[in-house]
Every structure is written in structure tokens, then in C-alpha cells.
């Protein structure tokens, strides 16, 4: 390939980008100085210029098509292939939509896909972790295409204003795609959604039951105006639903401040908020492992420290 480009495939909802596609960008400009964007879906002008207006961004790639509009992996990966040959790189957020796309375009282009990346050591190699985040593995590959999935936490996001790229209208290719969408059960909250939260509020298997969670941590979060997140033993036991869990099998986050309650800190929950800013641990034993990622650490019974805590912050 004559020149390095890469291409980003934003993650929106046809009206509004996500937050995790200026994590990507940001990966996408480490791995080369152009930088498209491709916004498929239905009506979705809004995302276009919203993706028009990112730092860096060369061009917007906008194609429009009934079929997109959910963004079901097999019509999305046809558009993306119909261009991929004009890209050395092709990047999605490490998100379920990225995981659910970009294999798929691996597998057609006969490439490996590099998952879960938390670095640019240079165009062709990459850190990304292993063993539940105990290891760091660098990868190198000799693809003609890298095709890469991005740890969102891995990369501060690029400003989502300040460009003026130029939004190019393609027709959508036929897709030949079986699959069709069916429906989706979303959960509606107020809160800040758990990946995008400044500060998340998590319980675990130490608060006993579902009443002491919404009893104890719903209300420190609504002070703090922050997201829920829970362990996954706390999931596990019916304490909360599992979009709540936090972890290897959760979801990645690395917010401006992560409280952790009653949680003691296995290393599948570790390995999936140890990046965030400030960590500040509530656990009634001092050996808890959580103490070791903790900024700040209280040794108490959470039945007594958190009404205090909530009460303090008036």
C-alpha cells in the first residue's frame, strides 16, 4: 500500500455519536496522519456532521441505507469492505458493536484482527493487554491491512470539535446479508451510561442483598450525580442487572473517580477499572486486593461508612 490511512467506523444511534468513536480516533491518528470516518446508518445527517467537526478527521465517508439503521454486523461489514482496499488500517471502539463487526471484516480480508489495543507502538505494532491485564503483549503484524479493535480507556479522546473535514455521500453497496433485525430491549436510565461516567459508584457481594445495594449505593451515586457498576458476584447473585458489571466479563472503564464498595477485588474486576483516575475503596478487610489498585482506602463496615459518606457530601 502506497500510503498509510486508516478508517474509523463510528458507533452511533443515527442521531448522536458515541463518545467511544473519539477514543478510536484518537488510536487511528498514532497509526497514521489520515484519518477517515464512516458513518452508516439510516437518516443519520446529525452523526455525519457530528463527525465532520472531530479533530483530525480527513473526510467523512456518510452512507445511508435503510438496512443500516441497527447496525447489524453483516450489512455494515459489506460497506466497509467495498472501501477497505483504499486503507492500511481499519479501526472500531473495543465495544460490543466494534466486537460484533470487525472480526467479521477480518475473516473476509483474511487478515488477523488485533483486539482490545491499548497502544501504538508504531503503524505495524501494537500493546494490547493478556491474562486478565497481567501481561502487556506487543504485536506485530505484517497484514496489508490491520484490522483493530480499541480499548476506549487505553486512549484519551480526541476534541470532538475543531475540524472541518469535507462529507462525502456514497451510495449504499448491496447487501445479500440473511440476518434482520428483530428488536431491542434497552434499559432507560438517567444516569450517565456506565463506559462515558466520570464517576461510577460499584457495589459488591459485600453489601448482602439487592435492597442494601439500591439502599446504600443508589443514593451516594445520585449525590455524585454518578453511573452504577457492581462486581460480578454481586451480578451473579441477583444483586443488580448484569449491564451493571464492571470487569474482564463487563465492561472496561476508566473514570475521572471509581468508588468501590463492598467489593473485594478479584482480578477480573481489577482488570476492568485499574485505569480509572482515582480509586477509593470501602471494605471491611484490610487484605481485601482492592486496597492494592486503591488511591484511597477505609477500612470500615460499609453498612455505617456510606450513610456517613452520603451524608457528608449534603
Do not use: W
Request: with cysteine; glycine share 8%; aromatic share 4%.
Amino acid at each position: 500500500m502506497a500510503t498509510l490511512a486508516s478508517l474509523v467506523i463510528a458507533e452511533h444511534d443515527n442521531q448522536s455519536l458515541k463518545a467511544a468513536t473519539l477514543n478510536a480516533m484518537a488510536a487511528a491518528l498514532q497509526c497514521s496522519a489520515d484519518v477517515d470516518v464512516l458513518v452508516a446508518g439510516s437518516n443519520a445527517d446529525a452523526v455525519a456532521t457530528a463527525a465532520a467537526q472531530i479533530a483530525g478527521v480527513r473526510k467523512v465517508i456518510q452512507v445511508d441505507a435503510p438496512n443500516l439503521a441497527d447496525q447489524l454486523a453483516e450489512p455494515l461489514a459489506v460497506q466497509v469492505l467495498s472501501i477497505a482496499n483504499h486503507y492500511s488500517h481499519i479501526l472500531a471502539p473495543a465495544t460490543a458493536n466494534g466486537k460484533n463487526i470487525l472480526p467479521r471484516i477480518a475473516a473476509k480480508l483474511d487478515v488477523a484482527q488485533l483486539s482490545d489495543i491499548t497502544k501504538v507502538v508504531s503503524s505495524d505494532t501494537f500493546e494490547r493487554p493478556i491474562y486478565a491485564g497481567n501481561a502487556i503483549a506487543t504485536v506485530q503484524t505484517n497484514d496489508p491491512v490491520k484490522v483493530i479493535t480499541v480499548r476506549i480507556t487505553g486512549f484519551d479522546p480526541v476534541a470532538a470539535t475543531g475540524g472541518s473535514a469535507v462529507i462525502e455521500k456514497r451510495a449504499a453497496v448491496e447487501s445479500k446479508a440473511s440476518s434482520s433485525f428483530v428488536g431491542r430491549q434497552l434499559t432507560k436510565s438517567d444516569r450517565p451510561e456506565l463506559t462515558a461516567a466520570k464517576i461510577i459508584v460499584s457495589g459488591g457481594r459485600g453489601l448482602g442483598s439487592g435492597e442494601k445495594y439500591q439502599e446504600l449505593i443508589a443514593p451516594l451515586a445520585d449525590k455524585l450525580g454518578a453511573a452504577l457498576g457492581a462486581s460480578r458476584a454481586a451480578v451473579d447473585a441477583g444483586y443488580v442487572p448484569n449491564d451493571y458489571q464492571v470487569g474482564q466479563t463487563g465492561k472496561i472503564v476508566a473514570p475521572e473517580l471509581y468508588i468501590a464498595i463492598g467489593i473485594s477485588g478479584a482480578i477480573q474486576h481489577l482488570a476492568g477499572m485499574k485505569d480509572s483516575k482515582v480509586i477509593v475503596a470501602i471494605n471491611k478487610d484490610p487484605e481485601a486486593p482492592i486496597f492494592s489498585v486503591a488511591d484511597y482506602g477505609l477500612v470500615a463496615d460499609l453498612n455505617t461508612a456510606v450513610p456517613e459518606l452520603t451524608k457528608a457530601l449534603g
